[in-house]
């Protein structure tokens, strides 16, 4: 293919400044679509296109009438139809992620999918729909969110940034005038969005601030005229061009202050579109005319006359034309291709590439081409691999392609990565660009928008084949790549309701198994949706994650399905959670009824009722006639100090429980602790103080406290306390009082039980040593020394351990008298008299 028929499609704007303009396809819609009868808009990044009738024009229509939305691919081919029975239309175009849009003049938005499926509608705003809107602009913000702007009929400007989410943002008003809005465009920048309206003569920048001022602007036309009749503002929204009716187009920087050009186009009608090609030229379409003007920067132009209407959309590198019979693209030709294939052009990559064409003809004039850039080959290389992605015929790629490989073979250790990544996205680009599929993307577009974003486009046109191909083809991540392809795939069987469910479900199981990364809760969920509750339930069996399974069985009121999943889990949050949703949501006697059924919640449900709902957990012993739990229920609550008027009842109840539960001791148990309530209630009436709630033991100690001995003597026959713990009570609560007398008194009274230590030990606690020693010689043999010590009576104690030839005691005597020199010489006397003895 010679230098001339590549660049036969080239033509000049200007020095150096090359476009092209050339065929992507011969449309399908030829016999269908008539482009002078018809609104178009198509959507971004050779996305689809959207076709209604245009109503102000007098078209032959067939059937009803009733208007209709044609949804197109890029080659032509029809996706799908809206039948239209819903209010007029003012503005229709494209989300940025090609979900159909139109807006009525009511400020209704409404939504629909690739294949003209009802997604959502939503009003704009009160004011818009009271005024009615006359005009809508469409446009994607910086930040990649599909906006809309509306105009009222009284010229009030609206902004929407983000149609997921619509905030309504008011715009400043115009001054007051009797002049009517000329031209309008948006103007969406990083720090906000502005409108750049024009009422004849006049020039305005609406923002949204406080004060809502608006200043009129002057940019510098030189040229006479009454009207601005069409704005248009650059992809990036760095530069502006403007149309007056005196013919003239003016371009210019955003801001106005610096024009790039003013010049004459030689027609004074309004265009019927103006856009920016890319930055560096400006495209119009005269209908009437049947004429598409292409301006540079610098004030060149050239022209190309029609048969037809055409409809212009503007893309980041350039411009398609659609018109009946073909979809065209017009964008400036890349550096590094005009470098390569530039008529005498001495880059070396344009040598590289003749020396390729002249090594296929097996001419020796290769090594000449290759002698002249020897040097320069690596870049050669790169020039051509570069200049292959940018190439829409796939025999101009193969030949940039053989070219990088022929020159590939005289570098030594070139890195190939580029080379195959860019053969890799070539095989992408051509078969998205295919007729059947209709995107006809650039490689800059889909450097800018990503290869996620590729295969979501392929998914919403339901090319999960293709998509997956391309995602293993990329070796892109299972999470973004073949994976979530399954997912949408699977989320489309389940919504077709034509389709039987036990096949689709053991499609999908058969096709997913346990790979890791896909949700079978998720696919459920949409077939829960779609009303097909038997297929969810299948597929949930599949679901991994139990409390993925758990939640969605609860909202399809599967109720003991998620009770068991839970259980079967061993997750005991999981189980509560259930438990807690099926009480709220079901009757109370269904409730148990059906936790019942399954004993591990049935247990943790009464292990919740113990802390939260004594009344509920009473209420599952009574329906399983568990009598000791019952009782055992009925003595916590007579133990509840918030519950003391009730303490009767709830003892005589537990008493009852426990007698039907053949529980005799726990009864007898009971029927004590109901005789000591009753009897410290008398002893209350005649004290005078609290006895309630307090034990046997406490309740003795107290009596002895108050000196009332013979009351205390009563109690210990009445509730059996035993004769040593008696004595022990009256020791302790003697020496407490202090009354060492009455202490000396009672050890008389009889022999202790207890011995008399502990008189030593309750004398020793309150520092009284006098007393202490009247009891030591009644302390028995075996600790009476131990005691001796513990009173400081260490002579008498190595006295005694001497009596009783015990070596060990007078060592411990010894031990504890290691001040007293006196004493330990004597204890050492004793001791080697002991041992004489020996």
Not at 335 to 358: C, H, M, W, Y
Not at 372 to 390: F, H, M, P, R, S
Not at 427 to 439: A, E, F, T, Y
Not at 761 to 778: F, G, H, M, W
Request: net charge neutral; with cysteine.
């Amino acid at each position: 293919m010679s230098a001339a028929m590549l660049t036969a499609d080239w033509f000049l704007l200007g020095r150096d400044l090359y476009f092209r303009k050339f065929e992507i396809y011969t449309m399908g819609w030829h016999q269908d679509v008539n482009m002078d009868k018809v609104v178009a808009d198509a959507a971004p990044y050779g996305g689809p296109i959207a076709v209604r009738r245009d109503e102000h024009k007098i078209v032959k229509v067939r059937g009803t009438g009733q208007p209709v939305v044609a949804i197109f691919s890029g080659s032509g081919k029809q996706i799908a139809s809206i039948k239209w029975n819903r209010r007029p239309i003012i503005k229709m175009g494209w989300s940025i992620d090609e979900k159909f849009i139109c807006v009525q003049d009511d400020g209704q938005v409404v939504i629909h999918d690739l294949f003209g499926n009802f997604l959502q509608a939503f009003t704009l705003c009160q004011e818009a729909q009271d005024t009615k809107i006359v005009d809508a602009k469409i446009y994607i913000n910086p930040q990649n969110f599909t906006g809309i702007a509306v105009m009222t009929s009284n010229y009030k400007i609206f902004v929407f940034n983000n149609i997921l989410e619509p905030k309504k943002r008011q715009l400043s008003d115009l001054p007051r005038s009797s002049l009517h809005p000329t031209a309008w465009v948006v103007i969406s920048e990083e720090r906000g969005t502005e409108v750049l309206i024009a009422r004849e003569k006049e020039l305005y920048r609406l923002k949204q601030d406080e004060h809502h001022t608006t200043t009129m602007l002057e940019p510098d036309i030189r040229h006479n005229y009454t009207s601005i009749l069409e704005m248009a503002i650059s992809i990036n929204a760095r530069h502006v061009a403007l149309f007056t009716d005196a013919g003239y187009l003016w371009l210019g920087s955003a801001d106005l202050r610096t024009k790039y050009c003013e010049i004459d186009t030689n027609f004074v009608r309004r265009p019927k579109q103006l856009v920016w090609c890319g930055t560096e030229a400006v495209v119009a379409f005269w209908e009437n005319e049947a004429t598409l003007l292409v301006v540079g920067r610098h004030g060149e132009k050239i022209t190309y006359p029609y048969d037809g209407s055409v409809h212009l959309v503007p893309e980041i590198d350039g411009i398609r034309v659609l018109s009946t019979f073909q979809h065209e693209l017009i964008q400036k030709v890349p550096d590094v291709v005009q470098k390569i294939f530039r008529i005498n052009s001495t880059d070396p990559g344009s040598f590289l590439l003749e020396a390729s064409k002249q090594f296929q003809k097996r001419s020796h004039r290769a090594d000449e081409y290759i002698c002249l850039v020897k040097n320069d080959l690596t870049k050669a290389v790169e020039q051509c691999i570069e200049a292959a992605g940018y190439e829409f015929d796939p025999d101009v790629q193969k030949m940039l392609i053989r070219a990088a490989q022929f020159g590939k073979c005289f570098v030594a250790n070139i890195d190939s990565d580029e080379y195959v990544k860019m053969c890799r996205l070539l095989r992408v680009l051509n078969s998205v660009r295919d007729r059947k599929i209709g995107i006809p993307l650039t490689f800059t577009e889909l450097q800018y928008a990503g290869h996620k974003s590729l295969l979501d486009r392929l998914v919403t046109r339901r090319q999960y084949y293709l998509a997956i191909c391309i995602a293993k083809y990329l070796k892109m991540p299972d999470k973004d790549g073949s994976s979530r392809i399954l997912v949408h795939w699977a989320k489309y069987k389940v919504s077709q309701p034509h389709l039987d469910e036990e096949t689709v479900a053991r499609e999908i199981a058969n096709k997913f198994g346990y790979t890791n990364g896909i949700s079978y809760s998720d696919i459920a969920s949409t077939a829960a949706q779609c009303g097909r509750k038997q297929l969810a339930i299948r597929l949930l069996d599949h679901e991994s994650k139990a409390s993925e399974q758990v939640q969605l069985l609860l909202k399809l009121d599967e109720n003991k399905p998620a009770l068991l999943k839970a259980i079967e889990s061993g997750d005991t949050d999981l189980v509560y959670m259930v438990i807690l949703r099926l009480r709220d949501n079901m009757p109370l006697a269904d409730f148990k009824m059906t936790i019942r059924n399954f004993p591990v919640a049935q247990a943790l449900y009464i292990k919740y009722c113990r802390e939260h709902n004594s009344q509920a957990l009473n209420e599952i012993f009574i329906q399983e006639d568990d009598f000791n739990s019952q009782a055992l229920g009925f003595v916590s609550e007579s133990l509840d100090e918030k519950k003391t008027h009730t303490r009767d009842a709830s003892l005589t109840s537990a008493l009852e429980a426990y007698k039907k539960a053949r529980n005799d001791v726990c009864a007898s148990m009971c029927d004590e602790a109901l005789k000591l309530l009753k009897y410290q209630r008398t002893l209350e009436d005649k004290h005078k103080e609290g006895f309630v709630g307090k034990s046997v033991h406490d309740t003795c100690k107290r009596l002895l406290e108050l000196m009332d001995v013979k009351e205390a003597e009563k109690m210990r026959g009445n509730f059996k306390i035993p004769e040593r713990r008696f004595w022990w009570l009256r020791i302790q609560t003697l020496a407490d009082l202090g009354d060492w007398v009455e202490l000396e008194k009672f050890s008389k009274t009889k022999k202790s039980p207890i011995g008399y230590a502990h008189f030593v030990d309750v004398c020793l606690q309150k520092s009284n040593r006098t007393e202490a020693i009247k009891y030591l010689p009644k302390v028995s043999e075996d600790i009476i020394v131990k005691y001796y010590v513990k009173a400081e009576q260490l002579e008498e104690a190595a006295q005694i351990a001497f009596e009783q030839k015990d070596i060990q005691g007078l060592l411990y005597v010894q031990s504890k008298a290691s001040r007293n020199s006196h004493l330990v010489e004597k204890i050492n006397g004793l001791i080697s008299q002991l041992g004489a003895r020996k």
